[in-house]
């Protein structure tokens, strides 16, 4: 079992800079890959990135490549999301997840944060 916290969501401007951090409770959280995803209103739930269990692969989307960083630390049971240049369009709930499949292809979650909203105005 694996329970997820985000916090570090806000409003920012464009152009700013935001850092996510989701706490994980349990002892399987180095085993997991860790993704981020985010929804905006009225939208499907959208994959953001991933980093595979050591840290030492990182895997994003194609919107947010060269912007966002996500690193860990297992040592904390952390998983962060460092978000650069931010855009009113990155306006979201950013979710958290364990993981339980390589990265880079199809998601195959097991647990799931409760989510922190991002704001970014113009």
């Known amino acids: 079992q694996v329970q997820l916290v985000e916090s570090g969501g806000g409003l920012v401007q464009a152009g700013g800079s935001l850092r996510l951090s989701c706490a994980a409770s349990g002892r399987a959280f180095s085993l997991y890959a860790m993704d981020w995803f985010r929804q905006a209103p009225g939208k499907e739930r959208e994959f953001v990135g991933a980093?595979?269990?050591?840290?030492?692969?990182?895997y994003y989307a194609d919107s947010v490549k060269g912007r966002f960083t996500i690193s860990r630390d297992n040592a904390k049971n952390t998983v962060y999301l460092q978000m650069n240049s931010l855009k009113p369009e990155d306006t979201a709930v950013y979710y958290c997840?364990?993981?339980?499949?390589?990265?880079?292809?199809?998601?195959?979650?097991?647990?799931w944060g409760q989510g922190t909203q991002v704001t970014v105005s113009s």
């Open positions: 997840a364990a993981d339980r499949g390589p990265i880079g292809g199809s998601t195959h979650v097991d647990y």
């Open positions: 980093i595979n269990w050591s840290g030492g692969s990182t």
